[in-house]
Every structure is written in C-alpha cells, then in structure tokens.
C-alpha cells in the first residue's frame, strides 16, 4: 500500500515560538552554530490502490485545506514512497486555484 | 425568553460556565452536541473555551470540521449572532468565519490573567452594551492565543472596524496589533481569546481596583445578544 508524506512548517516570515526556545537550548548546551530552529509537522498516511493524478489531486487538497492552514502555515512537500511529487510552489498554487 | 445554544465538542470545558452566564442573562441556554446537525432552532450560539479534541492537529481544526459546525457556519452566513470565545474563536477563524490564525503564545507558556481590554467595537451582536473605546476586565487563558493575520488582513481589519477588543496595558501573547477578538463585516459573529463567561458574578469574577473577584464586565456580552433578541421578538 503507498504511503504518502505531506510535510507542513510554518510560516517562514511568523514566529515560531517552539522553534525559538529550541534555538535557546541548544545555544545553552553549547550548539551555538546552529540557528534558526523551526518546527514543523510530517503526516504519513496509506491508500490503498493506485496513486493517480486523480488521488494526487486529492491528497494536496486535503493537505492544504485539512493538515495546513494556509494562514499560519504552508505544505512544504509531498511524496509518494519517498518520492517528492510536489514541492511548496505547487502546493501553494493549487491553494490558490481552490480560494 | 431568547434560547441561545452553548456547542459541546470533546474536550469543552466551558460550555456550562457559558450556559450559566445566559441564564444570569435572562437567556434560556439550549445544551448542542458536536455531532449532531439539529440546532434546535436557537437565535443565538456559543462556541465556548477548552481543548476540543485534544487540541490535536490545531487548536479548534478539527472542531471546525464537525457536523454541528456545518450548520452553525450555515446559520452564521445568515446573520445568527454567533460568540466563540478562546477555543471557540479559534474554531471560528478554523472555519473561516473570522479571518487570520492563532498560535502558540509568544513566551511558549500557557498565561492566567485578570486582562484589560479595550472595546474598539461596540456596534455587534454581543458588544452593543459597551461603549466604543470603554476598558473592561475579564479574565483570559490560553495556550494558543497569540493571533496573526497577513499584512493585507490586518489592514482591511483596521480600515473595516473589524477589531472588536484590543488587549491593554500589556499584551499578553505576541498577538498583533494587540488584537484580542474580532467580528464579521455583519458584526453577528464575535470572537476573542479572553472568557466573558468568568466574569458575570460578583464574587466569581476576576479581581478589580475596588473589590477582590467582582468584576462582571462579561455579563454584557450576554445581555447584548438577549437584549436584541428582545427587542426583535416584541
């Protein structure tokens, strides 16, 4: 059965306020060349039978309207058994067309 | 008496705080289940505070996504007055009935306060007995509570009159433009971070210059909607 991987972050230009405090730790514990922490979310989710264009299309719609919020967040990427089939271009185009 | 309907999701904990404080309004609250569709023909509703679902996936995603909500969001479009407070408002902007989003308070942590809030807008369903620019007090808590909107947002919220309460003093989660609840171009959806319901009661409420837990600055939300629907049915 495919499994397919939707990765949303949040938005680059807000702020992320667990990623901050990661940021501080890791300072804290000595890891001061590591900046900018940001934490996102990755679902994983199986279908059963053939990914077609048609199961696609509904994967990113169910990602962009149900796992992200397009306001406070974007999906990042898609893949289907580890193989990117859409990026956050992509994916912030179709949210575009739905809207 | 005007039958106001109070939604219990999984995870509501202030859905019987809220149908007390229609009582002491002079409202007649109506107890809604998530899953149902029937909303048993109530003139106003209450989304109220707590964790529903779990807060799971995001504060208020999946609420907004429950079968009540189909009609409520229905019944929202048609000028039902419509109150989501903290978890409710974040069902709300989940659902699109109030633009923006909220997230993670600003300092990580979840926040308790006695909070002061400006009425910016006091021409809506639930705000109508304040007065524009008034301060009140009523408390707030949250985990989630710091609200964000594009830049596009924020200035058609500003240039509408669409920021119902600013937060003053301090604000207390990174909101922007202060913001601490909204309403629609309609003004009969309202939603905010803070809980009126905790503060209809003298004794109950939370604490002010004069006296220790007398403010009861929420009550009028209550009395804003009961008041026009009143006046509507005479």
């Not at chain 2, 639930?126 to 989630?144: M, Y």
Request: aromatic residues 6%; glycine residues 10%; negative net charge.
């Amino acid at each position: 059965m495919p499994t397919i991987v939707v990765d949303v972050m949040p938005k680059a230009e807000l702020l992320d306020p667990q990623g901050k405090a990661t940021t501080g730790a890791l300072a804290r514990l000595g890891h001061e060349k590591f900046e900018n922490v940001r934490i996102g979310k990755r679902f994983e989710f199986q279908v059963a039978g053939e990914v077609t264009d048609a199961v696609l299309a509904e994967v990113r719609q169910v990602a962009d309207d149900i796992l992200s919020n397009g306001v406070i967040e974007d999906v990042v990427a898609i893949s289907v058994d580890g193989v990117q089939v859409a990026d956050a271009p992509a994916a912030d185009a179709l949210a575009g067309e739905a809207r | 008496m005007p039958r106001i309907g109070v939604v219990t999701f999984p995870g509501s904990l202030d859905d019987r705080d809220a149908q007390r404080a229609i009582r002491r309004a002079d409202g007649e609250p109506v107890e809604l289940w998530h899953a149902d569709h029937d909303l048993q023909d109530v003139e106003a509703i209450v989304l109220p505070g707590g964790f529903s679902y779990g807060d799971y996936l995001r504060p208020g995603a999946i609420a907004a996504v429950s079968p009540i909500m189909t009609e409520v969001v229905a019944a929202a479009n048609r000028g039902l007055p419509v109150l989501g407070i903290c978890n409710g408002f974040q069902v709300l902007v989940e659902a699109h009935l109030l633009p923006g989003g909220l997230i993670r308070n600003a300092h990580q942590q979840f926040i308790r306060r006695d909070q002061r809030l400006i009425v910016e807008n006091a021409d809506t369903a639930w705000t109508h007995r304040f007065q524009p620019g008034e301060e009140i007090v009523i408390p707030l808590k949250n985990g989630d509570g710091g609200y964000i909107a594009n830049e596009e947002t924020l200035k058609y919220l500003e240039g509408e009159g669409l920021i119902a309460f600013r937060y003053a003093g301090v604000n207390p989660n990174g909101s922007l433009n202060d913001i601490a609840g909204l309403t629609n171009e309609r003004g009969n959806v309202v939603g905010l971070m803070p809980h009126p319901e905790h503060a209809v009661e003298a004794g109950f409420g939370p604490d002010m210059p004069e006296a220790m837990r007398s403010g009861t600055d929420g009550l009028r939300f209550f009395e804003s909607a009961v008041e026009a629907l009143v006046a509507r049915a005479a």
